[in-house]
């Protein structure tokens, strides 16, 4: 248990806000700061017809995309350690004859 809760804190928590502030700077990057130049969501088109600047475009979609999976595996496999130190936790204080 002790092994558990040390993991979860000095590393998977520590992965898990490093990633998301990778996370946030890069969709903040694209969608805030790249997409207002490609793509006009009012009109429903592309601000361009130049098929290269429009492929940088998808491109930069994609990577987020790519990340946006990323970092929900990583928040999905955090989860789970919570989950099992919890337990782990819960089945201590069960054996020790503590309350939950």
């Known amino acids: 248990m002790i092994k558990s809760l040390a993991n979860l804190y000095e590393h998977s928590n520590v992965r898990l ?3 998301g502030a990778r996370y946030d700077d890069t969709t903040q990057d694209i969608l805030r ?7 006009d969501l ?7 017809t130049d ?13 987020v995309q790519r990340q946006n999976r990323g970092y929900a ?5 955090w989860l ?5 130190v919890h337990s782990q936790v819960a089945s201590y204080l069960e054996h020790s004859g503590g309350e939950r």
């Not at 700061?33 to 793509?39: I, K, S």
């Not at 009012?42 to 361009?48: C, P, Y």
Request: hydrophobic share 40%.
């Open 80 to 84: 789970e350690e919570v989950e099992n």
């Open 17 to 19: 806000e490093y990633n």
């Open 42 to 48: 009012i009109e429903n088109r592309f601000l361009t």
């Open 51 to 63: 098929r290269a600047a429009i492929r940088t475009f998808g491109n930069q979609m994609l990577q």
């Open 33 to 39: 700061g790249r997409m207002p130049y490609a793509f």
């Open 73 to 77: 595996a990583r928040l999905s496999r």
